[in-house]
């Protein structure tokens, strides 16, 4: 049977760092959508240039070029066994679209982690954030450096820090989530999908607790 989980939380929660270690320990598809937007605009397709006038800005890319990408990807043979959702759904209509895509499929959601952090404490977080342009991973300079400064420590490659993670966008993105994302917690929660974890803990038990309440829900 194949599993469905939706990774919730704000920006800067540790989702993309949870979801690079939970898909891997689950063998399940990881599909981030901030990274489908950002390798589209790498390669600088129609829809990396459209998608990038509203990630620049700290804004969502509208639903519908959003959901149409989702569902392209969602189709792919890597996602017969299942898919863990990282960044997407981030507003009502893409919950509802998300829903429908898969009952057609005759699947549905598993279980939504929601890792929770108090807005105070992402400012710091985000603005701290280095990414490696090679495998993706995500250091932060306080909080989980790399072993030499300014460096991936899995493949050596120089890190960036993500034009959308300087200062002022990452307040507009984290107004954008409070908006626009956080009523997704609700709407899970009344389907008895939701399981909140405390996104201050380290991040070996943020993955504890996260597998944990994986388990419990897909056994
Ligand atoms: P992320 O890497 O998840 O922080 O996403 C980076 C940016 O990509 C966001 O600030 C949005 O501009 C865009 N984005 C990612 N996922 C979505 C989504 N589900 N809906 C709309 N925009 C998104």
Redesign the pocket.
């Known amino acids: 049977m194949a599993s469905f989980i939706v990774l919730l939380g704000p ?1 800067g929660a540790g ?2 760092t949870q979801a690079q270690i939970i898909s891997k320990t689950l063998n399940l598809a990881h599909i ?7 390798e589209n605009l790498k390669n600088e397709t129609e829809l990396g240039k459209k ?1 990038n006038e ?10 519908d ?2 959901i149409a990408m ?1 569902q392209d990807r969602l189709s792919r043979p890597d996602c017969v066994d299942g898919a863990l959702l ?6 009502p209509a ?1 919950a509802e679209a998300l829903s429908k895509m898969l009952a057609e499929w005759g699947v549905g959601i598993d279980c939504v982690p929601y890792i929770s952090v108090a807005p105070e404490i992402l400012i710091e977080r985000l603005s701290g954030r280095w990414t490696c342009p090679t495998c993706g991973y995500v250091y932060h300079e306080q909080f989980n450096p790399p072993v030499v400064v300014g460096y991936c420590d899995k493949d050596g490659s120089k890190l960036y820090q ?1 034009e ?1 993670d300087k200062s002022e ?1 990452v307040t507009r ?1 984290i107004d ?1 989530y409070l908006t626009q ?1 956080s009523p997704l917690i609700e709407y899970y929660r009344g389907r008895n999908l939701l399981a909140e974890i405390d996104g201050t803990l380290s991040i070996e038990e943020v993955t504890k607790k996260l597998l944990a309440e994986i388990k419990l829900k897909i056994g």
């Open positions: 920006p989702k993309g981030s959508s901030g990274d489908i937007f950002r998608a509203f990630m620049s800005r700290g804004e969502l890319v509208p639903d070029l959003t989702i990282d960044g997407f759904p981030r507003t893409q993500r959308d966008t993105r954008v994302t």
